[in-house]
């Protein structure tokens, strides 16, 4: 493939006086050429764009303008997660009692974490549920085929309380949480004065 | 006992083989690759496990830098110079025609709204995100993207739009609520955070269900 024939065509003789031009091989070597090749080959695999970004969809509530008019969520059902500094993270159930008995602290991940408070806060809501008869569930069950395993966590709702010191992580963690969990009802919510000063003293008194 | 003898045979190996595959593999690579689009801003995005992909068409993207300064860009010119034109109206900028077209030309937004005219006049290799100081947004008093948010609300009136928002890891979480807010106020109730695709960890719920909302 590399060769030409450059014998030159036809067998006529050349005359007496003419000199036979000595035939020089047309075999190159093609190993630089090789190279550049798989040069360029790497060069092309290393910049192409494998993976894509993905997109995680998050869908805002309204504002209103008074309060009252809002979905009241049942005490039981209700989580609070509050994020701080340092991925620190903080909950309470239901309401805050006035003398903090209830402020806990978690993480993200390791011992103890957001996670595992979640999985648990599920599973109780999901074995207290009251069943009443003509509720909301009693609608959702028979559209299911009367799958009794639906609804169950209806009382459930996550409060998110970003903190002025979290970062733009922590927010997408958990929310990422919420997905991972299949927490339906969920939202982020303002920080309170009160839970930032709650913040602030947890965070002096265990200094990591 | 005398051992026979092999025959030398030649350590020249013809390449033209090899080079075929070389170079057959080289067109497809450089058929097939995609070069990403220049960033405007430099952001390390986080992780989740949404499977969706970012949308690349009508996009309006707010980017949040790890120092807190956020930048939009856009994706249709047209639809740019509709929002400038009326962010002119409305601040009383003072812009001229010429000044739009070339305002609507700049691959980002990073300035005051004040600040727009100036912007426009700069060279393009001065026009770089480290050196612009950002749209503001660090406070509720004085948030800009507010301005921003109702005119592009404005210029794509009817037509579809994909709102991305792509944070820092790092950044805080005001500067966040507060484009949040700018969201809010103008009714943009549904927007997507761009991410870097993750695993969903096993034994959890979403593993073993595999629903996704």
């Known amino acids: 493939m590399a060769e030409m024939d450059v014998s030159s065509g036809g067998g006529h003789k050349k005359g007496p006086g003419v000199k036979k031009s000595k035939k020089l091989s047309t075999r190159v070597d093609l190993t630089p050429m090789v190279d550049l090749g798989f040069l360029l080959i790497t060069f092309f695999i290393f910049t192409t764009t494998m993976s894509q970004p993905t997109a995680m969809k998050l869908n805002l509530p309204k504002d209103v303008e008074n309060p009252e008019e809002q979905n009241q969520a049942k005490e039981s059902g209700a989580l609070t997660i509050l994020l701080g500094k340092d991925n620190h ?69 996550v409060v998110i309380k970003p903190g002025e010191e979290s970062t733009y992580k922590n927010v997408v963690d958990i929310l990422d ?32 | 006992m005398a051992r026979p003898k092999l025959p030398r045979k030649s350590t020249n190996i013809d390449m033209t083989a090899m080079c075929d595959v070389a170079f057959l593999l080289l067109t497809f690579f450089i058929l097939a690759t995609e070069f990403k689009p220049e960033e405007a801003v430099d952001v390390i995005i986080p992780s989740s496990v949404s499977s969706q992909p970012a949308p690349e068409k009508d996009v309006v993207m707010v980017s949040i830098t790890k120092d807190g300064k956020v930048y939009l860009t856009m994706d249709d010119v047209e639809r740019k110079k509709e929002t400038l034109n009326q962010l002119n109206d409305r601040r009383k900028l003072g812009l001229s025609e010429a000044e739009i077209q070339k305002a609507a030309a700049l691959p980002f937004y990073g300035t005051p709204i004040s ?49 991305l928002l792509k944070g820092d890891l790092n950044s805080k979480y005001p500067t966040f609520k507060n484009v949040i807010a700018s969201f809010k106020r103008n009714d943009l109730l549904k927007f997507q955070m761009v991410t870097n695709p993750e695993n969903v960890p096993t034994g959890t719920d979403l593993f073993t269900t595999g629903k996704r909302e």
């Open chain 1, 177 to 208: 949480e919420m997905t991972i969990n299949v927490i339906k009802r969920y939202a982020l919510v303002d920080i309170s004065e009160g839970e930032t000063q709650l913040i602030k003293a947890t965070e002096a008194a265990n200094p990591k």
């Open chain 2, 115 to 163: 600040q727009l005219k100036a912007a426009a006049q700069l060279p393009a290799d001065k026009y770089v995100a480290d050196g612009l100081e950002g749209i503001p947004a660090k406070d509720t008093a004085n948030n800009e993207m507010l301005d921003w948010m109702s005119a592009i609300t404005t210029a794509y009136q009817g037509a579809k739009m994909n709102l």
């Open chain 1, 89 to 157: 993270v903080f909950y309470y159930e239901g309401q805050l009692s006035p003398d903090g008995s209830n402020w806990m602290s978690s993480n993200f991940s390791g011992e103890n974490s957001i996670r595992d408070v979640l999985i648990k806060k599920k599973k109780d809501v999901i074995a207290n549920h009251v069943h009443t008869v003509n509720g909301i569930c009693q609608e959702i069950w028979a559209k299911n085929n009367n799958d009794q395993t639906a609804c169950r966590d209806k009382d459930l709702v």
